[in-house]
């Protein structure tokens, strides 16, 4: 019995046991699914965490998008004024204002003279390096108290306040200068006007210019006559002209023709020769142009007090009318031009200075600047026919240029033999000589021959090269002298050199180069070497 209850009882703790194991190992098993649901939890967690910071970022992403759309523009003043702590006054396009400093902006950075912009609600926000262009005005002199005294662009006069950084104020420099806030704001480097102004006493004579007789005799007319003899223009009741207009081509005289007129007003006593170079004279600066062409005035005004004649040579005249894609502001239209001609106009009291101006592109020249009393003599420089050529050419290849003379010839009739087989060869029209096809806007073609593009400028580099070539075969022991053949050599290499030409200009300078005005050519094709070359944009 005993044994049996015990069979019983241990049975009973065994099956206890099994189902505390069964239980137990549940447990654990649900321990353990209870554990990777949580870390899957925290996985999910940690992902939809991700998801939601990258939909916040492109959130504020866009809405800082939105905010620059919708921002609206912030306008640049000038600070002239730091009245007190947070806040500053300021010009606003002339506007004068005191405005309130946003909390953000260094304190330090508030100078006067400094750029600063202002938001919607005309706060100071926020500080520029590199300010806007200002005028420019000249410093006369430092007061007493530390302002500037200046003059302004039409020589009126400025009393500013100095910006910090302004470095060392000479009188006579340059500023640039915010009017309305009367603050100096930067000194400029500048241009000084005596590296455009080249002054000096030409040494050219007419008889060193080839052909263009009729265009030296009716220079000469226009300014020697009076110049020499004002007592009979005066008798006559005839004004003297007061500038010359010289127009053509390039490299055909017109600088050669204006400093002959120079040498020869001033033989004797001498003369001097103002050589302006248009494109050198634009300058960015508001004011900075007309200062300059004040300063040129001034400088003929001065030489002429001393009684010798003074020519003012404006070379590339053009340039400075030429507003559209020069990258000029339009101040040249509505400041510069004005300012020449009123210079021109002041000429009139002078009686030793003469304008000449020059130019390719007489199109180009504001036709007031050419009205009866200011450049009223227009004188065209064509390129040289085959006379005007033998003529150009005869001044390089001169009597006294060795010549390599066979036994037969005599020295002048093979100098004229030389001279001829150049012309011969620049100018006949053959197969050889054609250089380009133009194509005008009307559809019309027309082949153009070397003859079309010759310059004195290319003549005289021709017979430089003839005599290179000659000098070069001295050295190498060969016979002395130009020879017909060097001439013509130097004709090819010449030509081959301005082949070059049609690849850097668009067809419309072609056309102005050809010196072909009228329709607008479209498309050009070199002939020589056939190069094709696009039309203009
Ligand atoms: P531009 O018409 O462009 O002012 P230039 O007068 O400066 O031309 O001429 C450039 C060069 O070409 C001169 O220095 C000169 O050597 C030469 N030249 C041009 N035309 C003539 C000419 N008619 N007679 C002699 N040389 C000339």
């Known amino acids: 019995m005993d044994s049996e209850r015990l069979a019983a009882e241990l049975t009973e703790a065994r099956r206890l046991l099994e189902a505390r194991a069964r239980a137990a190992d549940l447990a654990e098993r649900r321990l353990a699914d209870a554990r990777s649901d949580a870390r899957s939890l925290a996985q999910q967690n940690e992902k939809l965490n991700h998801t939601l910071r990258e939909v916040r970022d492109s959130l504020v992403g866009l809405r800082a998008e939105l905010d620059n759309l919708a921002r609206p523009p912030h306008s640049f003043a000038t600070i002239f004024g730091l009245p007190g702590p947070g806040l ?28 600063a912009l202002l938001n919607e609600a005309m706060m100071l926000v926020g500080l520029v390096e590199d300010a806007p262009q200002h005028e420019v005005a000249t410093l006369r002199e430092v007061l007493a108290d530390g302002r500037l005294l200046a003059a302004g ?56 210019i080839g052909g263009l007789s009729a265009q030296i005799e009716q220079i000469r007319d226009a300014v020697e006559l009076p110049f020499r003899h004002p007592e009979l223009f005066q008798r006559y009741g005839l004004r003297a002209p007061k500038g010359v207009l010289l127009y053509g081509p390039p490299g055909c005289g017109k600088t050669m023709i204006a400093k002959a007129v120079a040498n020869s007003l001033g033989a004797g006593g001498g003369s001097h020769f103002l050589n302006i170079k248009g494109p050198e004279l634009l300058n960015k600066y508001v004011g900075e142009t007309e200062r300059q062409i004040r300063v040129i005035f ?104 060795p010549l390599r003379l066979d036994d037969a010839s005599e020295a002048a009739a093979f100098r004229e033999q030389l001279i001829d087989a150049a012309v011969q060869t620049l100018y006949a029209v053959t197969e050889e000589n054609q250089f380009i096809e133009v194509t005008y806007l009307s559809g019309d073609k027309e082949v153009l021959h070397v003859r079309d593009f010759v310059s004195g400028a290319m003549l005289a580099n021709i017979v430089a090269r003839a005599k290179q070539a000659a000098i070069k075969q001295v050295l190498a022991g060969g016979a002395d002298g130009v020879s017909v053949e060097h001439v013509i050599g130097a004709c090819a290499a010449e030509v081959a050199e301005n082949e070059e030409l049609p690849n850097t200009t668009n067809p419309d300078d072609w056309a102005r180069v050809s010196g072909r005005k009228g329709e607008r050519i479209v498309f050009l094709r070199t002939l020589r070497g056939a190069r094709q070359l696009a039309p203009a944009p």
Do not use: C, H
Not at 180 to 204: F, H, N, Q, S, W
């Open 88 to 115: 500053a006054d300021v010009s606003l396009s002339g506007r004068l204002l005191r405005v309130a400093v946003a909390p953000d902006v260094a304190e330090d950075g508030l100078t006067i003279g400094r750029t």
């Open 153 to 208: 662009s039409s020589d009126e006069e400025l009393v500013l306040l100095a910006a910090p950084g302004l470095g060392e104020l000479r009188p006579g420099m340059s500023l640039t200068v915010d009017r309305r806030a009367g603050v100096a704001l930067a000194g400029i480097p500048r241009t000084d006007v005596g590296d455009l102004l080249l002054d000096e006493v030409p040494d050219v004579a007419y008889t060193d």
């Open 298 to 401: 001034d400088r003929a005004r001065q030489f002429a007090r001393d009684g010798r004649p003074v020519i003012v040579f404006f070379d590339e005249m053009d340039s400075l009318f030429r507003t559209r894609g020069s990258g000029v502001s339009s101040d040249v239209e509505s400041t510069v031009v004005p300012q020449l001609l009123s210079e021109i106009d002041g000429v009139e009291s002078l009686t030793n200075v003469m304008v000449i101006g020059a130019t390719n592109r007489e199109d180009l020249i504001d036709p007031a600047i050419l009205r009866p009393g200011r450049l009223d003599v227009k004188i065209k420089l064509d390129r040289p026919d085959e006379v005007g050529a033998t003529q150009i050419l005869a001044r390089y290849l001169t009597v006294d240029t």
